[in-house]
C-alpha cells in the first residue's frame, strides 16, 4: 500500500513565527509533490508543487523535497491566523498504471495564533 | 473563468435512493476525480476518467457510478448500495503537463 504520512499534529505557532509542515512517502516511484491548504467546511486550494529535489520558493511558503529520504517539507515564514488550516500533502507517481493518481496524506492541522 | 463547478453545494436524502452529484470543468483537463472526505480523514478516491468514455474504479468504487459522456462532465450517482454515503464530495481535474489536481467547491450529501 503507498502511502503519505504527515506529522500528526495539531501545530500551533505563534503569529509571525515559521510553521514547519513534514510529510514522508513510502512510493519511490513518486515524482512530483503537492501541498494544498483546505480551511474548515471548503475544499481543499493547490498552494505548492514540487518536481526535484531542492527548495522552491512562492512568497512565504518554501516546499523542501528530498527524494533520497523521500521527504517533503513545507515552510511558511511569517505566519498569518489567516494561514490556519488543514494542510495536505500529496504524491503522484506519474507513469505506469497510476494514470496520475494523488495519494493524499492524513493532513496536518496548523493554528496561528496572534 | 475557469475552474470547476459542483452542484448542489448540500444535498439531503432519505435512505434507499440514488442521488447524482454534478461536476463541470471549463480547464479543458482531460483527466476528472471524484474523492470521498469524511470528518477528520484524509480524501478517498471513488473514480477516475483519464478521457471522454473511459473512467475506473478508485480505492472505494462500491456503491458508487460514474459516466464520461462530455470532457466537461463527470457525474458522480451515489446509489442505495453505499453504506455510509453521507460525506463531503469533492470532484477534481488534472492538468496534463504539471499533474496538479484543482477541486471543485464540493457537495456535502447527508442521507437519513
Known amino acids: 500500500q503507498k502511502e503519505v504520512e504527515q506529522n500528526s499534529g495539531p501545530l500551533s505557532v505563534p503569529e509571525g513565527a515559521i510553521a514547519s509542515l513534514n510529510c514522508t512517502y513510502s512510493?519511490?516511484?513518486?515524482?512530483?509533490f503537492f501541498w494544498y491548504r483546505q480551511y474548515s467546511g471548503k475544499s481543499p486550494e493547490l498552494i505548492m508543487s514540487i518536481y526535484s529535489n531542492g527548495d522552491k520558493e512562492d512568497g512565504r511558503f518554501t516546499a523542501q523535497l528530498n527524494k533520497a529520504s523521500q521527504y517533503v517539507s513545507l515552510l511558511i515564514r511569517d505566519s498569518q491566523p489567516s494561514d490556519s488550516a488543514t494542510y495536505l500533502c500529496?504524491?503522484?507517481?506519474?507513469?505506469?498504471?497510476?494514470?496520475?493518481?494523488?495519494?493524499f496524506g492524513q493532513g496536518t492541522i496548523l493554528t496561528v495564533h496572534p | 473563468d475557469g475552474g470547476i463547478t459542483q452542484s448542489p453545494k448540500y444535498l439531503f436524502r432519505k435512505e434507499g435512493q440514488n442521488v447524482t452529484l454534478s461536476c463541470e470543468q471549463n480547464l479543458n483537463h482531460d483527466a476528472m476525480y471524484w474523492y470521498r472526505q469524511d470528518p477528520g480523514q484524509g480524501l478517498r478516491l471513488i473514480y477516475y476518467?483519464?478521457?471522454?468514455?473511459?473512467?475506473q474504479k478508485g480505492d472505494i468504487a462500491e456503491g458508487y457510478s460514474v459516466s464520461r459522456e462530455k470532457k466537461e462532465s463527470f457525474p458522480l450517482t451515489v446509489t442505495s448500495a453505499q453504506k455510509n454515503p453521507t460525506a463531503f464530495y469533492l470532484c477534481a481535474s488534472r492538468d496534463s503537463f504539471t499533474y496538479e489536481q484543482y477541486f471543485g467547491p464540493g457537495t456535502r450529501l447527508t442521507v437519513t
Open positions: 500529496a504524491a503522484t507517481n506519474a507513469g505506469g498504471t497510476s494514470y496520475g493518481k494523488l495519494t
Open positions: 512510493d519511490r516511484g513518486s515524482q512530483s
Open positions: 476518467s483519464q478521457i471522454v468514455n473511459d473512467f
